[in-house]
T-cell receptor, first 115, second 111 residues
Framework: GAVVSQHPSRVICKSGTSVKIECRSL??????MFWYRQFPKQSLMLMAT?????????EQGVEKDKFLINHASLTLSTLTVTSAHPEDSSFYIC???????????FGSGTRLTVV | GQQLNQSPQSMFIQEGEDVSMNCTSS?????WLWYKQDPGEGPVLLIA?????ELTSNGRLTAQFGITRKDSFLNISASIPSDVGIYFC???????????FGKGTRLHILP
């Protein structure tokens, strides 16, 4: 089945630094990648949607200059949290849409802790 | 924007019992999805529903896409310890081209 590899699984960074999270579709072409954020004991909240080769579309309230999304190829999308602050600490999860089957596969998530 | 109301928020059951949870929406979805999430992991798809009225099973799990396209339920029969986790319903809209998640149902199985 379709697999999405998300890396790193955990990261701790200092306040003010930037962190990059990668999502790769291993055995399919992902026309669209979705990025979610999940705070403890809460649901997944969509942050942005990115189509390969296009600028990402951000949900209301999500700062596009803070959460930089790049979807340069059909198998790789990255989310960069710039100038991270403790309130950015969260679980970030990507999801890739399979061009063939229109299915959605989620990565295993990245636990970001900003200290 | 679209919202999903998922209930119950949590359940405490005995092993072997059947479980039922549901989601309702104020607007129509084209696809209903049910996911399970274990701690520290991403959601894993359990069942996908594509047509109104569709009833689909996956082992001990059964889910249905409501006729009105505004609701869905998930049933788990004869629960076992590994069923413990958080279950999320999610709806996909062609118009908005995105998946919206419910708030989740936490399933606990009493020893």
């Amino acid at each position: 089945g379709a697999v999405v590899s998300q890396h790193p699984s955990r990261v701790i960074c200092k306040s003010g630094t930037s962190v990059k999270i990668e999502c790769r579709s291993l055995d399919f072409q992902a026309t669209t990648m979705f990025w979610y954020r999940q705070f403890p004991k809460q649901s997944l909240m969509l942050m942005a949607t990115s189509n390969e080769g296009s600028k990402a579309t951000y949900e209301q309230g999500v700062e596009k200059d803070k959460f930089l999304i790049n979807h340069a190829s059909l198998t790789l999308s990255t989310l960069t949290v710039t100038s991270a602050h403790p309130e950015d600490s969260s679980f970030y999860i990507c999801s890739a849409r399979d061009r063939r089957a229109q299915g959605y596969t989620f990565g295993s998530g990245t636990r970001l802790t900003v200290v | 924007g679209q919202q999903l109301n998922q209930s119950p928020q949590s359940m405490f059951i005995q092993e072997g019992e059947d479980v039922s949870m549901n989601c309702t929406s104020s607007s129509i979805f084209n696809t209903w999805l049910w996911y399970k999430q274990d701690p520290g992991e991403g959601p894993v798809l359990l069942i996908a529903l594509y047509k109104a009225g569709e009833l689909t099973s996956n082992g001990r799990l059964t889910a249905q896409f409501g006729i009105t396209r505004k609701d869905s339920f998930l049933n788990i029969s004869a629960s076992i310890p590994s069923d413990v986790g958080i279950y999320f319903c999610a709806g996909y809209s062609n118009r908005d081209d995105k998946i919206i998640f419910g708030k989740g149902t936490r399933l606990h199985i009493l020893p």
